[in-house]
């Protein structure tokens, strides 16, 4: 009875080497190639990934990032489209890992995990695509119209206890420090910009108990005499005097800024949502090429795992 069962496992062991050796030999060069390309995706798409999350964390966390844009253009597409662009970076990153691990081992559980996590992450990413070129095309409707609101009604009323009001104080002052700009709309002579302060806005009323009241937010100031950009020092010219009839009261603030906000604001919003494009775009191309690769290294793993099985 011993030696029936020696013959058996001596069997078995010849089966399992000539399964390998078959193995090893069916390893043409396509799969040798297959594997090698792979490992150099992996390390490549790592690089991408990394990349992606981190300008979606650079546009969330600027001065005038995502989170302060929204508060002034009433529109939640350019935050969304960051977040959409931090998940799928810091996903192409992290299954950058799992691809290698797989690859190594050529497990086919691990592969088709990570081609079917990868197509996933195309699609997110494509949506951020669509959703940044959409807001692109979208912005200048009403953002005129909600600019005057917010810096009408809201901007420095109750920031200490209204957290809506100090969202868009904070946007504001971000958005005119980041754009050097002041007020809505226009240049030095209008209303509209450095003007609409101390002419259209709560917060200059509020004012009025003060013995001395600066006449445009400190966030309209270069770096310099602040005194003299909000004019609480004399100057002959704005923001002191507005049109003035003579020429001496003409004279150009060298430390505020005089051109409103809307040019500046349409014109970043527009370079940065091309940017969140541009990302979302490319790299779902080469997820496509990861994808491919994966799936068809995949099924030549099947494929020996199929032989093994039936050799035993």
Not at 20 to 42: I, K, P
Not at 55 to 70: E, H, M, N, Q, S
Not at 222 to 233: E, F, K, T, V
Request: proline letters at 3%; one cysteine or more.
């Amino acid at each position: 009875m011993v030696w029936p069962l020696k013959r058996q496992r001596s069997n078995r062991s010849t089966r399992s080497t000539t399964s390998s050796a078959r193995r090893r030999q069916n390893e043409d060069g396509c799969v040798v190639c297959l594997r090698g390309t792979l490992h150099c995706y992996n390390v490549f798409i790592l690089i991408v990934g990394c990349a992606s999350l981190g300008i979606g964390i650079w546009l969330l966390v600027t001065d005038f990032g995502a989170r302060k844009v929204t508060p002034i253009v009433d529109n939640q597409m350019y935050e969304v489209t960051t977040y959409l662009l931090i998940a799928g970076g810091g996903a192409v990153a992290l299954l950058a890992f799992c691809g290698c691990c797989g690859t190594i081992r050529e497990d086919k559980c691990v592969l088709s995990f990570y081609g079917t996590t990868l197509a996933i992450v195309l699609i997110v990413l494509g949506a951020a695509c669509g959703i940044a070129f959409f807001f692109r095309n979208a912005l200048a409707a009403k953002i005129q119209d909600r600019m005057r609101d917010t810096l009408t009604w809201h901007y420095g009323l109750n920031v200490h206890s209204n957290s809506e009001n100090r969202r868009i104080t904070d946007a504001w002052d971000a958005m005119q420090r980041q754009l050097k700009c002041c007020g809505v709309v226009g240049d030095v002579n209008t209303l509209e910009s450095w003007g609409y302060y101390f002419t259209k806005t709560e917060w200059y009323d509020k004012s009025k108990k003060k013995k001395e009241r600066q006449r445009v937010p400190e966030s309209c100031c270069a770096p310099g005499d602040i005194n003299m950009c909000i004019g609480l020092s004399d100057f002959a010219g704005p923001p002191r005097f507005l049109q003035g009839h003579s020429e001496d009261m003409k004279k150009k603030n060298p430390y505020l800024y005089t051109d409103g906000c809307y040019e500046s604001l349409i014109e970043y919003l527009r370079t940065y949502s091309a940017v969140v494009g541009a990302v979302a775009a490319v790299v779902p191309v080469f997820l496509a090429f990861g994808i491919v690769i994966s799936f068809c290294l995949c099924a030549r793993v099947t494929g020996y795992a199929h032989d093994d099985e039936v050799d035993l």
